[in-house]
């Protein structure tokens, strides 16, 4: 049975692990290669120091990955407290934001599909 193509979607991914940070790259990739899905923004949000730490040292080829594909990484500001990467650790494409459970309330009231890594 043909798959109908979905419009206008939006997807955010929450990591909370350096495990499941691993792993985002692949699970954004098969996300944009659905050909039955037409993605117009898909979304990381970081809310643990280790991830942060992760993203901008051993993993930062998985963020380089992820923000070429066009994904935004979305670092939570009140965890960042508590990593030793910063901003200034980060190019384009990653943000801090407020607060990672802040972000994806605003994320999902606007209508963001929600998928727990």
């Known amino acids: 049975m043909p798959?109908?193509?979905?419009?206008?979607?939006?997807?955010v991914y929450h990591v909370s692990s350096v495990d499941a940070y691993r792993t985002a790259e692949a699970k954004v990739r098969n996300l944009l290669d659905d050909e039955?899905?037409?993605?117009?923004g898909v979304a990381v949000v970081v809310d643990r120091p280790a991830v942060i730490d992760?993203?901008?040292?051993?993993?930062?080829?998985?963020?380089d990955a992820l923000v070429e594909m066009g994904a935004t990484?979305?670092?939570?500001?009140?965890?960042?407290?508590?990593?030793e990467a910063g901003e200034d650790d980060?190019?384009?494409?990653?943000?801090?934001?407020?607060?990672?459970?802040?972000?994806?309330?605003?994320?999902?009231?606007?209508?963001?599909?929600?998928?727990?890594?």
């Not at 039955?36 to 117009?40: A, F, I, P, Q, V």
């Open 73 to 83: 990484v979305k670092l939570c500001s009140n965890a960042a407290q508590g990593a």
């Open 36 to 40: 039955t899905l037409e993605l117009d």
């Open 3 to 11: 798959h109908r193509v979905l419009a206008l979607v939006h997807t």
């Open 54 to 63: 992760a993203a901008a040292g051993e993993l930062q080829e998985t963020t």
């Open 90 to 117: 980060f190019g384009e494409g990653v943000a801090f934001v407020s607060s990672g459970v802040g972000e994806l309330t605003r994320l999902q009231d606007s209508g963001w599909a929600y998928i727990r890594l």
